[in-house]
């Protein structure tokens, strides 16, 4: 259960997850894209939210709030106020038994030593830590690429257009987690991790059959352009919002 090991709900998790999977980068089906107070993405978000004068934050400098704030406060705060909201909410009791025992295990174990204080620095300290790895990885696959409303396409398409790789090298694949094979995780979420290379020929093959765009990028362009595609979505909006009327 991530709940345990982690301190979140099974229950959110899992819909937040699937509904990802299931339609990536679709607006408004992926909720990993409905993050609109915080950044605007892709090319038609922020031209409207440009339009509609809409400005939660100053969008064109998103880029380096991503950096400062998007990276560590990703999991400490995202995650956890997202997950502990819809516990309450949902009233998923089950879902907060697992996360207080996340909790109370941490307490029993360093209590003695941090004191009740000390303990919750220690927690969060390693959610702070673990934050920018979360985050990286995730969002390098997905940021850079194709967002749109429903197309209705086929399974495919619909992943692999909304998905990127990173190159395949013994460090890529420990510092992720095997997660630079994007597309193919997307593809088969339920193959274990470390057989993602072996299928990606396949793959690569098949998407070359279709006319498909199979990316796969050096890790650290992979990096860079979650940052490039950021400041290029502020770039849209803010064409949007300086050149459109009030309405």
């Known amino acids: 259960m991530l709940s345990s090991p982690q301190g979140l709900s099974t229950n959110w998790w899992n819909y937040w997850h699937f509904q990802h999977h299931v339609k990536p980068n679709i607006y408004p089906k992926d909720p990993d894209i409905d993050i609109g107070p915080l950044f605007v993405i892709g090319d038609s978000q922020p031209v409207k939210y440009g339009k509609k ?111 990127c790789n ?17 597309i193919e995780h997307h593809l088969f979420p339920t193959m274990p991790c470390h057989n993602y290379h072996k299928v990606a020929p396949l793959v690569r093959s098949l998407c070359a059959k279709h006319g498909l765009q199979y990316v796969n990028k050096p890790l650290l362009k992979a990096f860079g352009d979650t940052g490039r595609a950021l400041k290029k979505s502020a770039a849209l909006w803010m064409d949007a919002y300086y050149t459109h009327p009030e309405t």
């Open 53 to 163: 004068k809409i400005k939660y934050i100053d969008y064109k400098k998103q880029h380096l709030y991503f950096y400062m704030f998007g990276l560590p406060l990703l999991m400490p705060v995202y995650f956890n106020g997202q997950s502990m909201q819809v516990m309450y909410l949902q009233r998923y009791w089950e879902d907060i038994a697992w996360v207080s025992r996340f909790y109370i295990r941490y307490f029993i174990t360093f209590g003695p030593f941090y004191g009740i204080f000390g303990t919750m620095v220690l927690i969060y300290l390693v959610k702070f830590l673990e934050s920018p790895w979360i985050a990286y990885v995730t969002q390098m696959s997905h940021i850079p690429t194709k967002m749109s409303r429903e197309e209705n396409k086929d399974w495919l398409s619909t992943q692999v257009l909304a998905t």
């Open 166 to 182: 990173a190159e395949q090298s013994f460090f890529n694949d420990w510092l992720t987690g095997h997660l630079n094979f994007q």
